[in-house]
């Protein structure tokens, strides 16, 4: 598993969940030490999310027509016409 592979799998959505816990826990009143630190978790996902996004997606592999090898005529039509 290379960087793009985890950072598309887990980086980019842990960091959306530390962001929507963040608010989670800043709107909650039972809890004192969430709503203390809830500000510092939205920033982890925040930093966590910039940085996730600018690492890019990884390469899907293209075939070339010309390695697929010849193509039917039932993908032309058929032989009518």
């Not at 887990?10 to 203390?36: A, D, T, Y």
């Not at 999310?49 to 193509?71: C, L, M, R, S, T």
Request: include cysteine; glycine fraction near 10%.
């Amino acid at each position: 598993m290379n960087l793009r592979v985890f950072n598309q799998k887990f980086l980019e959505p842990g960091s959306m969940i530390l962001m929507i816990l963040g608010i989670i826990f800043l709107c909650q009143p039972w809890i004192e030490v969430l709503h203390q630190y809830s500000v510092t978790v939205m920033l982890i996902g925040l930093v966590g999310f910039n940085v996730a996004v600018h690492i890019p997606a990884p390469e899907k592999q293209v075939i070339d027509e010309d390695d697929a090898g010849p193509v039917s005529a039932t993908m032309h039509g058929g032989t009518h016409g």
